[in-house]
């Protein structure tokens, strides 16, 4: 049976994170690819990334703003090719504002028009977002549990996902172990987490090989994640 037929309600994964399926429409997925290919080109273009241990990460990055290495930023791409970075485009600042907005809802966490909702630094602006970490995932391609803690800002992080559907695992800024909810991300869903779920630990254990939506033309997963450097 076609699941699709079924809208998927918006849930509240833990309070400050929140799934907004279907969040994306195909043309704006669509767009969002067509930029994601741009920018996985070199110089600062998609890479592995060598963890200190030595191991290599099976996702592979392109980072946006402020350049993500283990563990810090920088403007270059200090552990590759050593290029400036690609900025970070006004666009995609705005789908980040809104995606927050859209997320939390104005009223319910009454923020103004605008801020940053939970995990906001309360009545001055909010600083803009400023980094773009852009993962794909093949086949195979997984990410373990961890926090996502080198930035400054408390601002929420606004993940959204193209292509292939994930199995998204999210836990608590406790520890990598459980409690954790496994959330299925499928191509233009939102998830933002701020405020109390901000540092929580959180992954992918998995991909689903085959399930983007054929008229998109990604064969894999992308996942776009925005966030506040504070830096
Ligand atoms: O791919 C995802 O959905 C999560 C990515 C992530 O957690 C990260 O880039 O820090
Ligand atoms: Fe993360």
């Given at each position: 049976m076609d699941d699709s037929l079924f809208p998927r309600p918006r849930a509240e994964i833990a309070p400050g994170a929140v799934h907004v399926p279907d969040w994306l429409t195909p043309a704006a997925q669509a767009r969002t690819l067509a930029a994601c290919r741009e920018w996985a080109r070199p110089p600062a273009g998609l890479r592995t990334v060598r963890m200190p241990s030595g191991g290599e990460?099976?996702?592979?990055?392109?980072c946006l703003g402020w350049h993500w290495f283990p563990y810090g930023y920088a403007r270059t791409v200090v552990d590759g090719d050593g290029a400036p970075v690609k900025?970070?485009?006004?666009?995609l600042g705005e789908l980040a504002r809104a995606a927050v907005?859209?997320?939390?809802?104005?009223?319910?966490?009454g923020t103004e028009a605008g801020g940053t909702g939970a995990?906001?630094?309360?009545?001055?602006?909010?600083?803009?977002?400023d980094i773009a970490l852009v993962n794909f995932y093949g086949p195979d391609a997984k990410m373990g549990m961890h926090q996502d803690r080198d930035e400054?800002?408390?601002a929420p992080v606004v993940s959204l996902s193209l292509g292939?559907?994930?199995?998204?695992r999210f836990g608590t800024a406790s520890g990598r172990g459980r409690p954790w909810t496994d959330v299925e991300l499928r191509s233009g869903d939102l998830f933002v987490f701020g405020g109390p779920a901000r540092r929580a630990f959180h992954g992918v254990p998995r991909t689903l090989p085959g399930t983007a939506p054929p008229e998109l033309g990604l064969s894999g997963r992308l996942n776009l994640t925005l966030r506040v450097s504070g830096l």
């Open positions: 990460m099976s996702v592979r990055t392109v900025p970070f485009p006004p666009w907005a859209d997320a939390y809802g104005t009223e319910a966490h995990g906001g630094t309360g009545s001055a602006a909010p600083p803009p977002y400054e800002s408390d292939d559907t994930c199995v998204f």
